[in-house]
């Protein structure tokens, strides 16, 4: 159990039988009444936002959050195949639960899993990936203005904005967080 003293950015918590985290939080002590705690926390299966006040001293439940290590094989129908790094144990994730991060998924990239009561509900992928591009238009000599960019097809099949200078076949780091281009990779 946690306490709203305990309540900072970043802790995982469990209201309604629901994993949570807290996105932000602020602790007021007004000159009269009792002292509580605003925060907004966001649902880690499906994803909405949340503001919610408690009082100071209320109690929260810790959720059984298990975090694991996993390397991605392969896709097959709807499903993408895991195998966990340790025990060599393969599990099965739907499209519609891994979310945007199928757009950067290369087979035998390592990421990390976090399960709720033994069920996949979020992917971490890392920071950066390199992809090659597939399908962009060609660069043509003098296309170097800063600040002009063309879309550019991946290997994974997700399309992003690349400089003009980018051509096919390249291969290029982007960040996974936003889905942009960083740069190109020798």
Same mark, same amino acid.
């Given at each position: 159990?946690?306490?709203?003293?305990?309540?900072?950015?970043?802790?995982?918590?469990?209201?309604?039988?629901?994993?949570?985290?807290?996105?932000?939080?602020?602790?007021?002590?007004?000159?009269?009444?009792?002292?509580?705690?605003?925060?907004?926390?966001? /649902?880690?299966?499906?994803?909405?936002?949340?503001?919610?006040?408690?009082?100071?001293?209320?109690?929260?439940?810790?959720?059984?959050?298990?975090?694991?290590? #996993?390397?991605?094989?392969?896709?097959?129908?709807?499903?993408? /195949?895991? #195998?966990? =790094?340790?025990?060599?144990?393969?599990?099965?994730?739907? !499209?519609?639960?891994?979310?945007?991060? $199928?757009?950067?998924?290369?087979?035998?990239?390592?990421?990390?899993?976090?399960?709720? !009561?033994?069920?996949?509900?979020?992917?971490?992928?890392?920071?950066?990936?390199?992809?090659?591009? $597939?399908?962009?238009?060609?660069?043509?000599?003098?296309?170097? $203005?800063?600040?002009?960019? !063309?879309?550019?097809?991946?290997?994974?099949?997700? =399309?992003?904005?690349?400089?003009?200078?980018? /051509?096919?076949?390249?291969?290029? !780091?982007?960040?996974?967080?936003?889905? /942009?281009?960083?740069?190109?990779?020798?």
């Amino acid at each position: 159990m946690y306490s709203t003293s305990s309540f900072k950015k970043g802790l995982k918590i469990e209201l309604d039988n629901e994993p949570y985290i807290i996105v932000d939080c602020q602790h007021v002590k007004p000159g009269k009444g009792v002292a509580f705690v605003k925060t907004r926390i966001k /649902n880690l299966v499906n994803q909405r936002v949340i503001d919610r006040t408690f009082r100071s001293g209320d109690k929260v439940a810790k959720p059984e959050l298990e975090e694991s290590e #996993m390397e991605y094989l392969y896709p097959e129908g709807g499903q993408y /195949n895991f #195998m966990n =790094t340790v025990n060599y144990e393969q599990i099965h994730i739907n !499209k519609e639960d891994l979310g945007d991060c $199928v757009d950067f998924l290369k087979e035998g990239m390592s990421v990390s899993i976090l399960f709720y !009561k033994g069920r996949a509900i979020g992917v971490e992928l890392p920071l950066f990936v390199e992809l090659k591009i $597939v399908k962009t238009e060609p660069g043509i000599k003098g296309d170097t $203005v800063s600040g002009s960019t !063309k879309p550019a097809e991946l290997e994974t099949g997700a =399309t992003v904005l690349v400089p003009l200078f980018v /051509n096919q076949d390249e291969v290029i !780091k982007i960040d996974t967080r936003t889905g /942009n281009y960083v740069e190109r990779v020798k």
